[in-house]
Nanobody, 117 residues
Framework: QVQLVESGGGLVQPGGSLTLSCAAS????????MRWYRQAPGEERYLVAG????????FYDHSVKGRFTISRDDVDKMLYLQMNNLKPSDTAVYYC??????????WGQGTQVTVST
């Protein structure tokens, strides 16, 4: 059974930092391309960052480039998103996704990030 479990969300003030984690089980983690998506209320879910395990440069959406860092630990089957200089516009539910080739992706249940004073 495949499980992706996100954690690390919460309430933070503008300019603050959070690190999200995604623990994977039930997959050969190193074979999967891993992504972070986010979805704000009333908006569609969209891709924030992605990372492979083969050393290619990570992908970042322009809205987070320079502030967010995606990383992975293939031994411990963990995906991370370090988020710095957070803005109110970063408020959303953050989801991790695992995808292998053309197979349907696996999703986590999401973790809420709220940036507010």
């Amino acid at each position: 059974q495949v499980q992706l479990v996100e954690s690390g969300g919460g309430l933070v003030q503008p300019g603050g930092s959070l690190t999200l984690s995604c623990a994977a089980s039930g997959i050969t983690f190193g074979q999967y391309y891993m992504r972070w998506y986010r979805q704000a209320p009333g908006e569609e879910r969209y891709l924030v960052a992605g990372i492979s395990s083969v050393g290619a440069p990570p992908f970042y959406d322009h809205s987070v480039k320079g502030r967010f860092t995606i990383s992975r630990d293939d031994v411990d089957k963990m995906l991370y998103l370090q988020m710095n200089n957070l803005k109110p516009s970063d408020t959303a539910v953050y989801y991790c996704q695992a995808k292998f080739g053309l197979d349907s992706p696996y999703w986590g249940q999401g973790t809420q990030v709220t940036v507010s004073t």
